[in-house]
């Protein structure tokens, strides 16, 4: 009881903020606050989904020429997208056939409703004059201001016309409205899907770890409370501040929200059952354990928070503004787990933890657990051991020779086939590849006539397909805008070198002005600012995470090698992934954003892990030597960052639940890459190096020198002097 009896001494003056969160009157008055905010943001919060912005210009880089023949192009017709109607019969379209496509050409141009342009509909048009085997039919699609969200009813409307088909007779809707319309599908219900699975990953994991039905309510109310306070802040901000939203970064944000805050509702949980063994007073343990592991909570989320405002320096609109939205939404995660969930905690008192309710005196059980061990055993040749954990990490680096990032076609977009894919694969037989996606190019009028020269004359175009497309003004302001088809398939590596070769042969007419844009003009000018991205972004975000550490840590050595674990874990994670990918997925290839949203995540989520172990560590070194500090450190820590890990990698898993192929490999990238972090890096590798430097590793700290005088013997260290376990 000693121990508890010096808890009791020393916990005045270390009540902190916990009191104002968690005491006798406060944690009501939490509760309620928090049930006005709910109850004032709520019906917000479902209408994110109406915010979010999914046209081409939320996505594309704001200065990138593409962009730029975007915003000029309205000036001439409204923004448009064609779907393309495919007819094709292998053995030749019968006469039968062709009275079918006549007359559902002539019902589509009665089409108005869901921004349809029938009158101006193209076709059908032959892949040969005699004996034609195939036909196309272009419907534009205008761009309104809920342009992208009529793409998928646009298309369905051309498809109770044209059928699916019959016999021999194929007849699919592809080009860029068709492929929209599939990815619409694929992101409809996002939010939901991501949130049913990742509540349904953080149930199981809550049940498996507290072993408790009625604890786990409390971390999934005040995660839900975050996630719902989170998506109407950025509501309010995408409506009246002009923040960017998209289906992306509102699927990233569910995930984020709900594996952060389960994480620090995890850190807060244990430490707050170590008090209520050594307190008798629930509101004191809770105000103890706040202030104990406060600060590691608050320094991981100002870490992801930090990082993911980092972001706002990418050229590319999708990745700059996902940075302020995963911030708000880690931020507000962070609010409620300090606030709403410690007095949720209190509220139900001990009760709560049953079957397994933490009693006054009782055992710690992390004392002489499997982590107690572990530590014990790898003190005793602890160069060796991390020695070989780095080799092993390096090895599973060399992956990386595996990793094909470099963007991916719409064809391999999908983990299966929908059916503008089919329908674009068809096409391509029969028509030349980039048909339906072309070219657009925007001059001045003078020049405009030796502009489409040069186009026409350059490889890759195919010169009688320039011309001037249906409802475009012929000029405008002394600019004139035109279209050509590519021989190559739009989304293909051909068509984006075509692009370049037609951009420097425009630029170079004198006096023109010339500007290419288009479908494949957006793909090139995106993987150009990815790549500036890559490596604008990842340095600055190792130098956001070194100082905070060293703010925190009060050290240079221990964040130094803290971010050197970090980095071998992420080229490990991306080793292993590319090989996953290549070898059992069968993947063709990597978004070229891959890496950087693979890096951040990892880095800002993964360095959480050593910020929890590694605090408490300091926090042991003071009062018993780092070599004492860092076992206790692992015993206590051990299995609640284990149980965080298997959280986070599980709710990023939940991204898999999607079909399609970026957010699968990003789903399973990260989740790899925390499960590395969880159980190798942080449990085996930093604290196998700090058991090595020992006191150094505080440098230039007073601890480095110190090293906290004499020290108590840990349950580990009890372990260790009565020989191995098992």
Not at 30 to 37: A, E, N
């Amino acid at each position: 009881m000693t121990e508890i009896q010096e808890h009791r001494q020393g916990r005045s003056g270390q009540r902190g903020i916990g009191h104002l969160v968690c005491g006798r009157r406060a944690k009501w008055l939490v509760l309620v606050l928090w049930l006005i905010v709910l109850f004032l943001t709520a019906p917000f919060a479902q209408k994110l989904t109406d915010a979010q912005d999914n046209d081409a210009a939320s996505w594309l880089p704001g200065s990138a020429e593409s962009t730029q023949v975007l915003q000029i192009s309205e000036d001439f017709r409204p923004e448009q997208i064609p779907a393309v109607v495919v007819y094709a019969r292998e053995d030749g379209l019968t006469a039968e056939d062709r009275a079918q496509i006549a007359e559902d050409t002539a019902e589509i141009k009665q089409l108005t409703a869901h921004g349809i342009r029938g009158d101006e509909t193209r076709g059908p048009v032959f892949d040969r004059q005699t004996d034609p085997r195939a036909a196309q039919v272009l419907v534009p699609i205008t761009m309104d201001e809920n342009g992208w969200e009529e793409i998928a009813p646009a298309v369905d409307s051309i498809r109770d016309i044209v059928g699916e088909g019959s016999g021999a007779l194929a007849v699919h809707i592809t080009g860029p409205g068709g492929t929209s319309a599939d990815f619409s599908e694929a992101f409809e219900g996002i939010d939901s899907t991501l949130l049913i699975s990742a509540m349904a990953v953080v149930i199981v994991m809550l049940l498996i770890t507290y072993r408790s039905p009625t604890l786990l309510l409390i971390p999934l109310l005040s995660v839900i409370a975050a996630l719902f306070t989170a998506q109407a802040l950025i509501y309010f901000l995408a409506e009246h501040a002009g923040l960017t939203v998209n289906g992306q970064s509102a699927g990233i944000l569910t995930v984020l929200v709900f594996g952060a805050g389960t994480d620090y509702a995890l850190l807060l949980v244990a430490r707050y059952r170590e008090e209520l063994r050594r307190h008798e007073d629930r509101h004191e343990a809770m105000a103890l354990a706040l202030h104990r592991a406060g600060p590691a909570v608050l320094a991981s989320g100002a870490t992801v928070v930090l990082s993911m405002l980092v972001l706002l320096f990418a050229e590319m609109n999708s990745t700059s503004g996902l940075g302020p939205v995963a911030a708000i939404g880690v931020a507000v995660a962070v609010l409620a787990m300090m606030t709403l969930f410690p007095a949720l905690l209190v509220i139900f008192g001990r009760w709560i933890f049953w079957p397994a309710i933490p009693h006054l005196g009782t055992e710690n059980p992390a004392d002489t657990g499997v982590w107690a061990r572990t530590g014990s055993r790898m003190a005793r040749r602890p160069r060796m051991v991390w020695g070989i954990t780095a080799v092993v990490l390096a090895i599973c680096s060399l992956g990386l020779i595996q990793l094909r990032a470099e963007g991916i076609s719409n064809a391999d977009a999908f983990t299966g086939k929908p059916d503008s894919i089919v329908g674009q694969e068809v096409s391509a037989r029969y028509f030349p590849a980039g048909s339906g996606d072309p070219l657009v190019i925007v001059s001045n009028q003078a020049q405009a006539r030796q502009v489409g020269e040069t186009v026409a004359a350059t490889r890759g175009v195919v010169p009688e397909s320039l011309g001037l497309p249906p409802g475009t003004k012929p000029s405008f302001e002394g600019k004139v805008l035109f279209e050509a088809t590519m021989t190559d398939p739009a989304d293909s590596e051909a068509a984006k070198q075509t692009v370049e070769r037609v951009r420097d042969a425009v630029h170079a007419v004198p006096d023109a002005d010339a500007q290419v844009g288009g479908g494949t003009a957006a793909l090139l000018d995106m993987d150009k600012a990815t790549t500036h991205d890559n490596i604008l972004i990842i340095p600055l975000v190792l130098v956001v995470v070194l100082l905070i550490l060293c703010a925190l840590l009060r050290a240079l050595i221990a964040p130094l090698l803290l971010i050197g674990t970090v980095i071998l874990s992420f080229t490990a994670a991306l080793g292993i992934s590319a090989l996953a990918f290549r070898y059992v997925f069968d993947y063709a290839g990597e978004s070229t954003d891959f890496p950087l949203f693979v890096f951040v995540f990892l880095v800002a989520l993964g360095i959480d892990y050593n910020i929890f172990l590694t605090t408490r560590i300091r926090e042991e070194a003071a009062h018993q030597g780092t070599r004492n500090g860092t076992l206790t450190g692992l015993a206590a820590t051990g299995a609640v960052i284990t149980s965080a890990g298997l959280v986070l990698a599980g709710t990023f898993a939940a991204l898999a639940t999607l079909p399609m192929v970026a957010f699968a490999e990003l789903g399973f990238a990260v989740a790899l890459g925390v499960l590395l972090d969880t159980f190798i890096v942080r449990s085996v590798l930093v604290t196998s190096l700090f058991l090595d430097i020992g006191p150094k590793v505080w440098w230039p700290h007073r601890l480095a020198r110190e090293d906290g005088g004499a020290a108590a013997v840990t349950g580990a260290e009890k372990v260790s002097q009565s020989g191995p376990a098992g």
